[in-house]
Every structure is written in C-alpha cells, then in structure tokens.
C-alpha cells in the first residue's frame, strides 16, 4: 500500500534523524513495511526528501518546508486506509492503520466540506467533528462511499 508506506516514511523522517536508505529500510522493517532498495528511492523522490547537512557531521534527510505535509486526495487514501468508520452525536471515528490517521485528516481538511468543523488525528485514530448527527451521518456516507464500503 503506497499510501500506507508513504504515511510511514514521513512520520520516521520526522521523527528520526535518517541518514541512508539502509537506515530508512530498517526503520521500516521495524513497522513490517518490507520494501525494496529501488522502491524506497522512488517513494524518496515521489515524496520529494531532501538531504541536509547534520552539525554533528553528515547529512540526514528532511521534509523541504514547502512538501511538510503532504497532501493525497480522500479518494486516493480512503480506499487503501480506512479500516472502520463509526459516530456518535457530532463525532465520527475513523481507524486507519498505524501511522495514517494524519494523513486521512489532512486530506479531509483539505476537501473542506461544509459538514466537517474540523479533525484530531492520532496514529492510526481521526476524529472527525462535525456540526450535528445530521451532518455525521451525512460525512460518514460519504467516507463509506468514496472507500467503497458497502452501506450499513
């Protein structure tokens, strides 16, 4: 799953000084995301990291500012991420494999929709506030359609 492994690269880049590709492979594969040397340099380049010198010596790579969060479409990432969707009230519930929920949320937040107040991601949970249960119940059809699930 690109997009899964996509999520995976930006949250250890950030939260890790990486300094190779072998390093990067290996944080990965502590997450059970196995890929190849060929596929990890072209998500390197797809997701645009760049390398920068590090004080104490080398370089590591880094998120350039103007790519800090990369945004997908919902109907790119909810297909491959979403895992379940439930609400209650105001509030809807989205579980997304570790490491995406943030991902999900910035492209929800990118889309705008009218029904949605705004969005708390975790690791692998988003919150999804909206303005009524009409308007949960509205923008949870909506996540289940663009997913492809089939309606409740």
């Known amino acids: 799953m690109k997009a899964q492994r996509h999520s ?6 950030r ?6 590709q072998d390093q990067l492979r290996d944080l990965l594969a502590e997450e059970r995301i196995d890929i ?19 004080p104490s ?14 945004i997908l479409s919902l109907q790119t990432l909810l297909p491959a991420l979403l895992l ?3 609400g209650v009230g105001p509030f809807v519930v989205v579980r997304t494999p570790q490491g995406s929920a943030e991902a999900l949320g ?7 929709w009218s029904e949605v107040i705004g969005t ?13 249960d009409e308007d949960r119940e509205r923008t949870e059809a909506k996540l289940r359609e663009i997913a492809g699930f089939e309606p409740n």
């Open 36 to 54: 190849t040397q060929a596929t990890l340099s072209r998500d390197i380049r797809d997701l645009r990291l760049a390398k920068v010198a590090d």
């Open 57 to 70: 010596g080398g370089a590591y790579y880094t998120i350039p500012p103007e790519r800090e969060t990369p």
């Open 15 to 20: 939260q890790n000084r990486v300094h190779s």
């Open 106 to 112: 910035g492209a929800l937040d990118v889309e705008a």
């Open 120 to 132: 708390i991601a975790g690791d692998d949970t988003l919150l999804i506030i909206t303005r009524n």
């Open 84 to 86: 379940s969707v439930h």
């Open 8 to 13: 995976a690269i930006l949250r250890l880049v």
